[in-house]
């Protein structure tokens, strides 16, 4: 990469990893890393322009369809692309088709940027992962040679240790916190070519597990406020991002957001 290129627009393609949760903001809204990012390019660049497209709980077929499109046109600098793990986590997936998708999402957004950005995303480490690790590692592989063939970069999220430390995750165990978006952006602004602020892939220091009784405790809540939804919404068919807009649809330039 040409070290401190420029960059002049940036547009985030994807579901709710992208959009930003759970990295809270006081008046209820996510930030995340694409904004995290957005911020520090605008930063340098006088009149950088940003769109964040991406949806909660959106599969990558809905990507395609709703914000693939509408990306290319705006010609942005930088497309970030991270999209298929939605389907992954379903019960039943057609990873063919994921593939497919993926795919012609490439074939589209690569030619129409000056840098398109794809990643490997974290796992956190437990239970659910393992079970679902086959088929996110070959959607991995699908990326890696996708990005191979069409000059795209990859941010290996997924192959960093600390990115799988369930204290970098939110009480749902699906979203990242805080902490984790700000090192999803350093990773990106580093896989840029832009001056390194921090070692992104430093471990957290060392946490001593609490008392049993405090963890079975924090499994059955998590169970009850987040896993039995969850679950509820696959069976039936809905997502938590359903009538839901992006938050910033338009390429325009950046504003931090004022709550």
């Not at 390019?41 to 940003?50: E, I, N, S, W």
């Not at 699906?174 to 902490?179: D, I, K, N, P």
């Not at 580093?190 to 405790?217: H, T």
């Amino acid at each position: 990469m040409e070290m401190n290129a420029t960059y002049t627009s940036f547009v985030a393609v994807g579901d709710s990893f992208t959009e930003g949760m759970s990295d809270l903001l006081p008046d209820g809204s996510y930030r995340g890393w694409a904004d995290l990012l957005a911020a520090r390019l605008a930063a340098r660049t006088p009149g950088f322009r940003y769109a964040n497209l991406a949806v909660r709980g959106k599969l990558i077929g809905q990507i395609v369809a709703e914000q693939v499109g509408p990306a290319a046109a705006m010609g942005a600098d930088v497309i970030t692309l991270v999209g298929g793990l939605n389907d992954t986590l379903r019960p039943k997936c057609d990873m063919g088709r994921v593939r497919g998708l993926l795919e012609e999402a490439v074939e589209r957004l690569a030619p129409v940027c000056k840098q398109l950005v794809l990643m490997r995303s974290p796992g956190r480490r437990g239970p659910v992962m393992e079970r679902f690790r086959p088929r996110m590692e070959e959607l991995f592989q699908h990326v890696d040679d996708l990005a191979a063939r069409h000059d795209a970069l990859v941010v290996d999220l997924y192959g960093a240790h600390v990115m799988g430390d369930p204290r970098m995750w939110d009480v749902d165990r699906l979203h990242l916190t805080a902490e984790g978006h700000r090192r999803v952006a350093e990773a990106v602004w580093q896989a840029l070519g832009l001056d390194a602020a921090e070692d992104w892939r430093v471990p957290l220091p060392p946490d001593l597990p609490g008392p049993w009784a405090d963890r079975r405790r924090a499994d059955l809540r998590f169970a009850r406020q987040h896993l039995g939804p969850w679950i509820g919404r696959r069976l039936t068919g809905r997502s938590s991002g359903d009538g839901r807009p992006a938050k910033r649809p338009d390429l325009l330039p950046f504003e931090e957001p004022t709550a």
